[in-house]
């Protein structure tokens, strides 16, 4: 039987894939597994981290003083001795990996596996994997994502510039998007829809599609753990092979102040800009060069090539993330969650080897970690990385910890 559809594939017909799609189902997608790292010995994967590291397993800059030299190897350490300051130092010295407790070659494996996630993996199940302890690969995957806010998501970018935000947490932020809190006295009564008058095109004066419920205001009181994503990606040269960089922030609304943030600081002011037409977008036509809006509700692209597919294309996979992967992502590290998936958006077409790279590159190149060294002795980060903006109204109700007031 199976040797019959073998020999007629029309039996088993295969969906003709285009695109990144086609790109996964190619032999160039993977190129690397966990047997090339099993096949590492310590002294290799040490070689394997330097040449992610510093591009050269010969010279490189030195962790204490930073000269660049060909230092001293000592091999029975897998360390180098600093030809100035005389100082040791490992492959993993003053990176977000120092004072590491596991093998590096387990570091590799979980780090490989964590990469290979289409949208991420969780570290519950890298935990079940790996057999380690869950606040040390939770630190781990962190220390991953915090290279990737700080080597990743930097850098002014020119060129065609998509921008769009989107909802993540907050109550019930799927079914309330848009909407202000229940219970608030402002909100509009629930018109039934046949009462409602059938929307018309101004310009032609048809009928267009049957009517929609009203829609509520951006400036009504919002649940307080809310916060908006917002992206910007920059178009790719080739045609129809998508976006080639992704720069993200987090705010508490979607306004002109925290979408002029975004824009100024990581557009140039020569870029093209297309949005939606939301007016917070209304300031970009005086800040760049050209902006372009595209109307949702009447189509996805206009033919002169308008149109935000690619900042669409992140929100979902962004999505897929919050609601598959993160389930519950905390505010304080939605940054962090954004940045991460930033990067597995531009990384779509590398093969399996050139991602852990690439990863390990970024990852290695901005230092000592700033937020999770002593993670679990308990130094946390205070703050929430949020970009320049107002607060939106609070919401309802007494505040948390509030004492009720006594009865008259
Ligand atoms: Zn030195």
């Known amino acids: 039987m199976t040797a019959a ?19 996964h189902m190619s032999k160039e997608a993977v190129d690397f597994g966990y047997e090339d790292l099993d096949k590492l010995t310590q002294k290799e994967a040490v070689t394997f981290m330097a040449e992610a590291r510093w591009g050269s397993t010969k010279e490189m800059p030195c962790t204490h003083c930073g000269t660049f030299d060909a230092h001293y190897w000592n091999i ?42 289409a949208s991420g993996k969780p570290a519950l199940q890298l935990r079940r994997d790996w057999n380690v302890a869950y606040s040390t690969v939770f630190t781990l995957v962190h220390k991953l994502r915090e290279g990737l806010l700080r080597g990743f998501n930097v850098g002014v970018l020119c060129g065609v510039q998509e921008v769009d935000g989107m909802d993540v947490n907050g109550r019930r932020y799927r079914e309330k998007r848009n909407k202000p809190q229940s219970g608030s006295s402002s909100a509009k009564p629930r018109v039934p829809e046949h009462l409602l ?26 649940p307080a753990d809310r916060r908006l994503l917002l992206v910007m990606r920059q178009r790719g040269k080739s045609q129809g092979r998508g976006a080639s960089a992704t720069r993200i ?28 037409e939301d007016p917070s977008y209304a300031t970009f036509s005086k800040l760049f060069a050209e902006h372009k809006t595209i109307n949702h509700s009447k189509q996805y692209a206009l033919p002169d090539g308008t149109n935000n597919n690619q900042a669409e294309s992140f929100n979902w996979r962004m999505r897929r993330a919050v609601e598959g992967i993160y389930l519950n992502p905390s505010n304080k590290y939605l ?52 970009i320049e903006g107002p607060r939106p109204a609070s919401g309802r109700g007494p505040k948390k910890g509030a004492k009720p007031k006594p009865p008259r």
């Not at 977000?96 to 780090?111: E, G, N, Q, Y």
Request: charged share 30%.
């Open 76 to 117: 029975k350490e897998l360390r180098w001795k600093c030809t100035c300051c005389g100082k040791r130092f490992s492959v993993t010295s003053g990176t977000v990996f120092a004072d590491r407790k596991l093998s590096l070659i387990k570091i590799l494996k979980i780090i490989f596996s964590w990469a290979n996630g």
């Open 335 to 386: 940054k962090d969650y954004g940045a991460e998936q930033a990067w597995r958006e531009d990384t779509r077409r590398m093969s399996t080897g050139q991602k852990l790279k690439n990863l390990l590159r970024v990852a290695m190149g901005v230092g000592m970690s700033l937020w999770w060294r002593g993670f679990t002795h308990g130094a946390h980060r205070d703050e929430e990385l949020l």
């Open 197 to 222: 008058k059938p929307k018309v095109d101004p310009e032609t004066g048809e009928i267009v599609g049957p009517p929609k419920p009203p829609k509520f205001g951006k400036t009504a009181k919002q």
């Open 5 to 23: 559809v073998a020999d007629r594939p029309e039996l088993f017909p295969l969906r003709k894939r285009t695109g990144t799609a086609a790109f």
């Open 249 to 276: 922030a987090i705010a508490l609304s979607e306004c002109g102040k925290t979408v002029t943030a975004l824009a100024t600081r990581y557009a140039s002011a020569e870029s093209k800009m297309m949005s939606d």
